[in-house]
C-alpha cells in the first residue's frame, strides 16, 4: 500500500543518502584542491607546465596568411577620422597617418616624420610650413597632396571630435602639391598638435567629400587612410579584421609583417586573460593587474612596464564644510596610506604623484612636493581646524566600471576612520559619477575620484587647466575650487608654452606647488602600462605619448 | 481545441502587451543622463543636448510610450547605446549562440532527467534512486556560474582535457572557416562537411552546456520520478500488473507516456530558467550570446537595450509557455475542456 | 527556482506535524544535516563577527602582506587578492546573505498574500484583475524582472533586494489564492459570513492565518533559492558592491585568478551551495510531512 510503506522502509537509504550528499559538497571542493597544482603564492603553473595553452603556435598555415591575434577592450564609437575622439583610436592608428609622430621620452629625437617628412617654423612661430612625402597613396588610390592636407585639417578644425586643438590655426594653404603653410593665430607647437592621436588623422579627399555628403559614410567599416592596414572586416562589438595594405609607402620586404591582424573586443580583462590563457589569442592588451605579475617570471613572456599617461587624482568639493578649510583638506591629505594604494589599488604598479601632471609629460617637475601617509599630523591639522577627533562624514564617489577605484576606494575609508572621519563609499557610473557633480550643489559629493589623462602631450594647458583653473559651471573641475593666483599662473604659463617652455614651466612649477599647499584635490599615483607579450611575437614598441594605441606594423614573429 | 487554441492565443497577446508596459516603465525609471552615455565620457554639453533631442528623450511619457510602441511593431527597438546599432539586430545577431548553447543543455538534460527519473522510479529506495535523488538535489542547488569555474579549472588547468572559453578556436577561422549558414556552429559545420569545425565547436560546447544542464537535469529527474511513482501507483497499472502484462512493458509503455505529461510542464520551466540561466553560463565561458550582450547592457545602463533583450526574453517565454499549454492540451483532453 | 507545493495544504497542520518534524529533523540524517546547516547560518548572521577567526577582514580590512595565500592551519580558507581571510568572510558574509533572503521574501509574501488571499476570496472581476497583474509578473523568466530592474535603479544590495522581492510576490499571491479558494466553501468562513462580519475581517483574521502552512512551507524553500539568486546578482555585478563579504561577489572576485588561486572562488561559491541544499533539503522534508496523502 501507500503511504505507511513508503515512510518506513527509507531510513536505510536516508543514512546512505545522507552520506552521499555532504560528501558530494565536499568532493567538489576536494577535487578542485587535490588536482590544482600550483599551492604557492606566487603561482607559476603556466611556466612549469607548459601545454598547449600556453605557448600556442604563430597562426600560419602552409598556404594561409600570418595572422596575429589581440584581444583589446577597446570599441569603436566612430569609424570617421574626423570625428574620432574615443577608443578607436587603437584601429585608427594602423589605418591613418598624421604629419609626424611625436617619439616615447626616451628617444632623443623629439618626431619621427610620417606623412610630412620636415617642417619649420618662422621666427614669430606664427608660420608652419611641412614639406609632405612624395608618392604616397591613400587606400582609395588618392594620392597624398597638400590639398588632402588642407582639406583634412580644415575638416578636423570645424568638425572633429578634438577639433580644439586646432584653435591657434587661422589658416591652411597649400603652397605647391607637397607643401602645406599654417598661418596661426598665436604662436602654438603645431608638431606637437599635427602629432595627436585624435583630430590629426590625414584622409583622402575623395572620403571627405563623401563623409560631407552623407554623415554615416565611414560607419560600416570604411576607411580611407594612408597607413600600413586597411579595415577588411568589422563586426560592432566583436570583433575588427585588418589587413595589410599591399601599397603602404613604407613597404613589406623589410622584414616579416603580419599581413592579418584580428582584434577581439573583450571589454572584460578576466575574459582576456582566459583568451591568452586558452591560446585564442596571441596578445591581450588589457590584462588584469591582480594577475599580471606572475608573466614578470614567465620565461615565455616579455614583460612590459612602462610609465603612462594616466594618473588617479580626488576632488575635495572645496565649496563645503568643512573641506573649505584648507587645513581640513590637508589632513584628509596626510591621512591617505600612499603606498598601500599603490601595493593593492595599482597591484605595485604605479608611482606616487607629484601633483596632477603625471610624470615623463610637460610641465612635469620633481620639486614638486608630495604628502606622506602621516596620521598624527594628520589629526594634528584637524584639531587645529576645529575639528578635533575629527567627527564628520563625507561622501567618497567613484566609477564602478573602473576596477582600481574600487579596489582602492576601501583604502581610503580605512584610513580616514583611524582620525575619526567616517566615509560613505559610492560607487556608480562613470557618466552618472560626473553628471552629479555638475549638477544640484545641494546634491555634489563631497570627494570624487577620477582617472585622468591629457588629450596630446601637454599636461599644463590640459591637467593643470581642466582640473583646477577656476570655471562658471564645473566641468573638469570637480573641486569647485577657485584661486585667482593659481588661475594667473596657468593662464600665464600656457601662452609662454610655444615660445619660452623653461618659462612656461618655471610659472607651472609654481602652480603645482601651490596646488599641493592648498591641496583642494588628492594626487595618488601615476599609473603604469603593464602588459605581457609572448616572446614569439618581436617589435613590440610601447609610446607613453600614445596611451591608447598599439602599433601592428612593427610587429614580426620572432626570427 | 480551437476554441482552446485561439483563447490562449488571445490570452498572451494581452499579457505581451502588458510587458511591454512594464519595460516600458523600467526604463523610464533609470536616474543617469543616457544622452551622455550615447557620446562618452569628454562630451561637450551641446552634444548632450542634441542627442537628448534625437533620442526624444525630452518629450512626456505616454507620448513617448506610444511612439516606442509603433516603433516596436515595425522592428524598430531603437538603437543601442554601447554599440549604435538596432537593438533587434543585436539581439537577433547574437541569438543563435544562445539557442546552440540551450539546444545543448536541453539536449543533455531532457533524456537524462527522465531517464534518472524513470530508473528512480522503477528501483525505488534501492542505491539507484538513492543516487538520482543526489543527484537532482544537488543540481537544482547548485549555483550555476559556480560549476562553470569549477568545471573550468578541473577540465582545463588539471586535466587540460577541455577548452577554457570561446565558441571556437581562433585559428579555425584561418584554417578551416566555418559557413555561417545558420549561425548555429555544430549544424554550419556539419552541412559543411567540415569535421574539424565540427570537432573544435563541439569540444567547446561541452563545458558551458554541462553547466546549464545541471538544473534541468536535478529538477527533471524530480519531476519524473515523482510522476512515475504516482502512475506507477494508479489501478490501472496494479490491474494491468494482475492480468500478468509484463513488468517491462507496464512500466515503460504504460506508465512513462502517462507519467511524462507533468513532466512537459517542467521541462517549459526549465527552458524559461535556461534563458535567464545561460546569461551566467555565458558570462564565465565568454560565450557570444545574447547572455553576455545583455549582461553587459545592464552594467552599462543602455536602456534601449536592456529594455530590448527584456521584452524579448518574456516573449519567448510567453510563446514558451504557450507551445507547452497546447501541448499538452493536445497530448490530454483533460486539459482541454479545463 | 523550486518548485511548490503540488497542491496546497489548507488548514492547520495535521496532528503530530510538530512530532514529526522534530524526529525527521534530529534523527533523520539528511534532516540533520540541513538542521545543521540552518543554525549555523543563523548563528553565524548574528555573532558572525565573533565566531570569525580575522574579524576586521572579514569585514573588509586589508592585510598587505598576506595576499592569496592558499589554505593553510593558519587560513582555513586562504586569503584573497586584499590579504583578507576568506573562512572570516564567508562567515561574516553569512548575514548579507541571510538578512537578504528573509527580508526578500518576507516583503514578497506581505505583497503577495493579501493580493492572492484578496482575489481568492473575492472571486470574479476582483479575482480576475488582480489574476491578470500576477500573471504579467509571473510572464517573465524567473530573474530577467529582477536584472531589468536592478539594471534601471542602479547596482546596490538594496536595489536587488527590491527587485527580487518585485519577482517573486506572484507566487505567493498564486498560493494565497489557492488556499483562499477552498477555504471559501468552508461552514466556518460561511458561518461567519452570514453573521456579518466584514469580508476585510474574514480575509485578514481566518482566510490569511489559515493559509500560512503552505505559504510558509513555500517561504522556506525560497529563502534557498534567494540565497541563489541574490549570489548570481551579485556575480554578474548587480550586487552588494566592494568591499562587502558577499558571497557572489566573492566569487566574481575570485574569477580573474582562479585558475591558480582556485580557493578564492571556491568556497564562497561552496557556502552558497550548501546553503542553498540545505534550504532545498528541509523544503522537501516539510512537503512531504505534508503530503495530504500521508494524512488520510
Same mark, same amino acid.
Given at each position: 500500500?501507500?503511504?505507511?510503506m513508503?515512510?518506513?522502509a ?6 546512505t543518502?545522507s ?9 567538489l571542493?576536494?577535487?578542485?584542491a587535490a ?11 603556466t611556466?612549469a607546465?607548459?601545454n ?6 604563430v597562426?600560419?598555415t602552409p ?14 564609437t ?8 574615443s ?5 585608427m ?19 619621427t ?23 604616397v597613396?591613400?587606400?582609395d588610390g588618392?594620392p ?5 592636407v ?7 578644425a570645424?568638425?572633429g571630435?578634438? +577639433? ?9 594653404t597649400a603652397?605647391?602639391p ?11 607647437p ?22 560631407a ?9 570604411i576607411d580611407? $587612410?594612408?597607413g ?6 568589422y563586426?560592432p562589438?566583436?570583433e575588427v579584421l ?5 601599397g603602404?609607402w613604407g ?28 591560446g585564442q589569442?596571441?596578445?591581450a %592588451? ?6 599580471? $605579475?606572475?608573466?614578470?617570471t ?8 612602462e ?12 565649496a ?16 591617505i ?17 607629484r601633483?596632477?601632471?603625471p ?5 612635469y617637475?620633481?620639486d614638486?612636493?608630495?604628502? !606622506?601617509q602621516?596620521?598624527d599630523k594628520a ?8 575639528y578635533?577627533g575629527?567627527g564628520?562624514?563625507? *561622501?567618497?564617489?567613484?566609477?564602478s ?5 574600487? !579596489? ?11 582620525i ?6 559610492t ?11 555638475k549638477?544640484?550643489p545641494?546634491k ?7 582617472l585622468y589623462?591629457?588629450?596630446y602631450s601637454d599636461a599644463g ?17 570637480l573641486?569647485?575650487?577657485k584661486?585667482e ?5 596657468v593662464?600665464?604659463a ?8 623653461d618659462?612656461?614651466q618655471?610659472?607651472?612649477v ?17 599609473t ?15 609610446n607613453?605619448?600614445y ?9 614580426? #614573429?620572432?626570427? | ?7 490562449r492565443?488571445a ?8 510587458l ?17 552615455l ?5 562630451a561637450? #554639453? ?13 518629450q512626456?511619457p505616454?507620448?513617448q ?5 509603433r ?13 549604435k546599432?538596432p537593438?533587434?539586430?543585436?539581439i537577433?545577431?547574437?541569438l543563435?549562440?544562445?539557442l *546552440?548553447?540551450? @539546444?545543448?543543455?536541453?539536449? &543533455? ?8 527519473g524513470v ?11 538513492? &543516487?538520482?535523488r543526489?543527484v537532482?538535489?544537488?543540481g537544482?542547488?547548485?549555483p ?5 569555474? &569549477? &568545471?573550468?579549472?578541473v577540465?582545463?588547468r ?6 577554457? +572559453? ?6 579555425l577561422?584561418?584554417?578551416?572557416p566555418i559557413e ?11 552541412l559543411?562537411?567540415n569535421?574539424a569545425?565540427?570537432v ?9 552546456a554541462?553547466?546549464?544542464? @545541471?538544473?534541468?537535469i536535478?529538477?527533471i529527474?524530480?519531476?519524473t520520478?515523482?510522476?512515475?511513482i ?6 490501472y497499472?496494479?490491474?494491468?500488473r494482475?492480468y500478468?502484462l509484463?513488468?517491462r512493458?507496464?512500466?515503460? !509503455?504504460?506508465?512513462l507516456?502517462?507519467a511524462l505529461?507533468p513532466v ?12 535567464t ?12 550570446g ?5 549582461v ?16 524579448? =526574453?518574456?516573449a519567448?517565454?510567453v ?5 507547452v499549454d ?10 482541454r475542456l479545463? | 527556482?523550486?518548485?511548490?507545493l ?9 496532528? =503530530?506535524?510538530?512530532?514529526r518534524?522534530?524526529r525527521?529533523?534530529l ?6 544535516f +540541513?538542521?545543521?546547516?540552518?543554525v ?7 555573532i558572525?563577527?565573533?565566531?570569525a577567526?580575522y ?16 589554505p593553510s592551519w ?10 583578507r581571510?576568506i573562512?572570516?568572510?564567508v ?5 548579507g546573505a541571510?538578512v ?17 488571499a484578496?482575489?481568492?476570496y473575492?472571486?470574479g472581476?476582483?479575482?480576475g484583475?488582480?489574476m491578470?497583474?500576477?500573471?504579467l ?13 536592478v ?14 522581492a518585485? +519577482? ?6 498564486? %498560493? ?13 468562513? *460561511? ?5 456579518g462580519?466584514p ?15 503552505p505559504?510558509?512551507v513555500?517561504a ?14 551579485a556575480f554578474?555585478?548587480? =550586487?552588494?558592491?566592494?568591499p562587502?563579504?558577499?558571497?557572489g ?5 575570485g574569477?580573474?585568478?582562479? %585558475?591558480?588561486?582556485?580557493?578564492v ?5 561552496l557556502?552558497?551551495?550548501?546553503a ?9 522534508l ?9 494524512n488520510?
Amino acid at each position: 500500500m501507500k503511504g505507511p510503506m513508503k515512510r518506513h522502509a527509507s531510513s536505510q537509504q536516508q543514512r546512505t543518502l545522507s552520506l552521499l550528499l555532504p560528501a558530494t559538497a565536499a568532493v567538489l571542493a576536494l577535487l578542485v584542491a587535490a588536482c590544482s597544482g600550483s599551492t604557492t603564492p606566487a603561482p607559476s603553473s603556466t611556466a612549469a607546465a607548459p601545454n598547449e595553452s600556453a605557448v600556442p603556435t604563430v597562426s600560419a598555415t602552409p598556404s594561409g596568411p600570418l595572422v596575429l591575434k589581440v584581444a583589446a577592450t577597446a570599441n569603436v564609437t566612430t569609424w570617421d577620422p574626423v570625428k574620432s575622439f574615443s577608443t578607436e583610436a587603437l584601429y585608427m592608428a594602423n589605418i591613418y597617418e598624421p604629419l609626424v609622430w611625436i617619439n616615447p621620452p626616451s628617444v632623443p629625437q623629439k618626431f619621427t616624420p610620417a606623412l610630412a617628412v620636415s617642417w619649420e617654423t618662422s621666427a614669430d612661430g606664427l608660420r608652419w610650413t611641412f614639406r609632405l612625402r612624395d608618392g604616397v597613396k591613400f587606400h582609395d588610390g588618392e594620392p597624398l597632396t597638400a590639398d588632402a592636407v588642407k582639406q583634412s585639417i580644415e575638416a578636423a578644425a570645424t568638425r572633429g571630435g578634438a +577639433s580644439f586643438i586646432w584653435a591657434a590655426l587661422d589658416t591652411i594653404t597649400a603652397v605647391n602639391p607637397l607643401t602645406v603653410e599654417l598661418k596661426l593665430k598665436y604662436p602654438a607647437p603645431m608638431d606637437l598638435v599635427a602629432s595627436s592621436l585624435y583630430g590629426a588623422w590625414i584622409v583622402s579627399p575623395k572620403a571627405l567629400a563623401a563623409a560631407a555628403a552623407d554623415e554615416k559614410f565611414f560607419e560600416s567599416g570604411i576607411d580611407a $587612410g594612408t597607413g600600413p592596414y586597411t579595415i577588411e572586416s568589422y563586426t560592432p562589438d566583436k570583433e575588427v579584421l585588418l589587413t595589410k595594405f599591399d601599397g603602404y609607402w613604407g613597404g613589406w620586404s623589410d622584414t616579416t609583417h603580419y599581413d592579418k591582424v584580428l582584434i577581439s573586443i573583450t571589454p572584460e580583462s578576466v575574459a582576456q586573460q582566459q583568451m591568452l590563457d586558452g591560446g585564442q589569442t596571441d596578445i591581450a %592588451l588589457s590584462l588584469p593587474l591582480e594577475n599580471i $605579475g606572475q608573466y614578470r617570471t614567465n620565461p615565455d613572456f616579455q614583460f612590459i612596464d612602462e610609465p603612462s599617461f594616466f594618473n588617479y587624482v580626488g576632488f575635495f568639493n572645496t565649496a563645503r564644510k568643512p573641506l573649505d578649510d584648507v587645513r581640513v583638506r590637508q589632513a584628509l591629505s596626510y591621512a591617505i596610506p600612499y603606498d598601500d594604494i599603490i601595493a593593492i589599488g595599482a597591484q605595485g604598479f604605479g608611482t606616487q604623484s607629484r601633483g596632477p601632471v603625471p610624470a615623463g609629460v610637460f610641465p612635469y617637475s620633481p620639486d614638486v612636493p608630495q604628502y !606622506r601617509q602621516d596620521l598624527d599630523k594628520a589629526k594634528q591639522l584637524l584639531a587645529d581646524a576645529g575639528y578635533p577627533g575629527g567627527g564628520f562624514k563625507l *561622501e567618497l564617489t567613484y566609477a564602478s566600471e573602473n576596477q582600481n577605484e574600487t !579596489r582602492f576606494a576601501p583604502l581610503i575609508k580605512e584610513a580616514y576612520a583611524k582620525i575619526g572621519v567616517d566615509v560613505t563609499l559610492t560607487p556608480m557610473l562613470f557618466n552618472q559619477q560626473w553628471e552629479r557633480a555638475k549638477g544640484d550643489p545641494v546634491k555634489r559629493q563631497d570627494m570624487f575620484l577620477v582617472l585622468y589623462w591629457p588629450t596630446y602631450s601637454d599636461a599644463g594647458a590640459d591637467n593643470l587647466w581642466s582640473l583646477f583653473h577656476s570655471s562658471e559651471k564645473p566641468f573638469f573641475n570637480l573641486s569647485y575650487w577657485k584661486n585667482e593666483q593659481y588661475d594667473k599662473l596657468v593662464d600665464d604659463a600656457a601662452t609662454l608654452t610655444a615660445t619660452q617652455r623653461d618659462a612656461a614651466q618655471a610659472k607651472y612649477v609654481e602652480a603645482m606647488k601651490l596646488l599641493v599647499d592648498q591641496a583642494p584635490g588628492l594626487f595618488f599615483y601615476d599609473t603604469k602600462f603593464v602588459t605581457a607579450i609572448p616572446k614569439r611575437i618581436a617589435g613590440f614598441q610601447y609610446n607613453l605619448n600614445y596611451p591608447f594605441a598599439q602599433f601592428f606594423y612593427p610587429l614580426h #614573429p620572432a626570427n | 481545441m480551437t476554441r482552446f487554441v485561439v483563447r490562449r492565443l488571445a490570452g498572451s497577446a494581452l499579457v505581451l502587451l502588458g510587458l511591454s508596459v512594464i519595460t516600458f516603465t523600467l526604463a523610464r525609471v533609470i536616474p543617469s543622463n543616457p544622452a551622455a552615455l550615447y557620446i562618452g565620457p569628454k562630451a561637450r #554639453p551641446e552634444e548632450i543636448e542634441r542627442v537628448t533631442r534625437q533620442l526624444g528623450l525630452d518629450q512626456a511619457p505616454p507620448v513617448q510610450y506610444l511612439t516606442y510602441m509603433r516603433d516596436m511593431l515595425t522592428g524598430d527597438w531603437g538603437t543601442s547605446i554601447g554599440t549604435k546599432r538596432p537593438v533587434l539586430e543585436e539581439i537577433v545577431s547574437r541569438l543563435p549562440a544562445t539557442l *546552440e548553447l540551450i @539546444a545543448a543543455a536541453m539536449a &543533455l538534460a531532457i533524456p537524462l532527467g527522465i531517464v534518472l527519473g524513470v530508473l528512480s522510479a522503477r528501483w525505488q529506495r534501492r542505491p539507484p534512486d538513492v &543516487l538520482v535523488r543526489v543527484v537532482s538535489i544537488v543540481g537544482v542547488s547548485l549555483p550555476a556560474f559556480w560549476l562553470g569555474l &569549477l &568545471l573550468q579549472v578541473v577540465f582545463f588547468r588539471n586535466l587540460d582535457l577541455l577548452p577554457l +572559453s570561446g565558441r571556437v578556436s581562433a585559428d579555425l577561422r584561418f584554417t578551416a572557416p566555418i559557413e555561417p549558414i545558420t549561425g548555429l556552429y555544430l549544424v554550419d559545420a556539419a552541412l559543411g562537411w567540415n569535421w574539424a569545425a565540427f570537432v573544435d565547436a563541439s569540444r567547446h560546447l561541452v563545458l558551458p552546456a554541462l553547466t546549464l544542464a @545541471a538544473f534541468p537535469i536535478g529538477l527533471i529527474a524530480r519531476m519524473t520520478r515523482a510522476s512515475m511513482i504516482e502512475t506507477l501507483d494508479q489501478d490501472y497499472i496494479r490491474t494491468a500488473r494482475a492480468y500478468g502484462l509484463r513488468d517491462r512493458f507496464v512500466t515503460y !509503455r504504460l506508465a512513462l507516456r502517462n507519467a511524462l505529461l507533468p513532466v512537459l510542464t517542467v521541462v517549459g520551466l526549465t527552458l524559461a530558467y535556461s534563458l535567464t540561466g545561460s546569461f551566467f553560463v555565458e558570462i564565465v565561458f565568454n560565450w557570444p550570446g545574447l547572455g553576455t550582450f545583455a549582461v553587459h547592457s545592464m552594467l552599462n545602463v543602455d536602456y534601449p537595450a536592456i529594455m530590448g533583450i527584456a521584452l524579448f =526574453g518574456a516573449a519567448a517565454y510567453v510563446l514558451i509557455n504557450l507551445v507547452v499549454d497546447l501541448a499538452q492540451a493536445w497530448l490530454d483532453p483533460r486539459v482541454r475542456l479545463a | 527556482m523550486a518548485i511548490g507545493l503540488a497542491q496546497p495544504v489548507v488548514g492547520a497542520p495535521p496532528r =503530530g506535524f510538530g512530532h514529526r518534524l522534530r524526529r525527521a529533523l534530529l534523527t533523520d540524517p539528511l534532516g540533520f544535516f +540541513s538542521l545543521v546547516v540552518i543554525v549555523l547560518l543563523i548563528v553565524m548572521a548574528i555573532i558572525g563577527s565573533a565566531m570569525a577567526p580575522y574579524p576586521m577582514q572579514g569585514e573588509g580590512a586589508s592585510s598587505v602582506t598576506t595576499r592569496l595565500f592558499p589554505p593553510s592551519w593558519a587560513h582555513w580558507f586562504g586569503t584573497d587578492l586584499f590579504g583578507r581571510d576568506i573562512l572570516s568572510r564567508v562567515i561574516v558574509g553569512a548575514r548579507g546573505a541571510l538578512v537578504v533572503s528573509v527580508a526578500v521574501v518576507a516583503l514578497a509574501m506581505a505583497i503577495g498574500v493579501p493580493i492572492g488571499a484578496i482575489a481568492g476570496y473575492s472571486r470574479g472581476r476582483i479575482d480576475g484583475a488582480l489574476m491578470r497583474l500576477t500573471d504579467l509578473f509571473l510572464a517573465f523568466p524567473p530573474l530577467l524582472l529582477a536584472m531589468a530592474i536592478v539594471a534601471a535603479l542602479g547596482p546596490g544590495l538594496d536595489h536587488a533586494a527590491l527587485a527580487l522581492a518585485i +519577482s517573486w510576490w506572484p507566487w505567493y499571491a498564486r %498560493l494565497a489564492r489557492g488556499t483562499a479558494i477552498s477555504l471559501r466553501e468552508r461552514p466556518f468562513i *460561511e458561518a461567519a459570513r452570514s453573521i456579518g462580519i466584514p469580508d476585510r475581517t474574514i480575509v485578514l483574521r481566518h482566510i490569511v492565518p489559515n493559509s500560512l502552512t503552505p505559504i510558509l512551507v513555500q517561504a522556506t524553500i525560497d529563502i534557498g533559492t534567494v540565497i541563489l539568486a541574490a549570489g548570481s546578482l551579485a556575480f554578474i555585478g548587480l =550586487g552588494a558592491s566592494p568591499p562587502a563579504p558577499d558571497w557572489g561577489l566573492m566569487v566574481a572576485e575570485g574569477r580573474t585568478y582562479i %585558475l591558480d588561486q582556485w580557493w578564492v572562488s571556491t568556497f564562497p561559491g561552496l557556502a552558497i551551495f550548501v546553503a542553498v541544499l540545505a534550504f532545498n533539503l528541509v523544503g522537501d522534508l516539510l512537503r512531504d510531512l505534508l503530503d495530504p496523502r500521508q494524512n488520510a
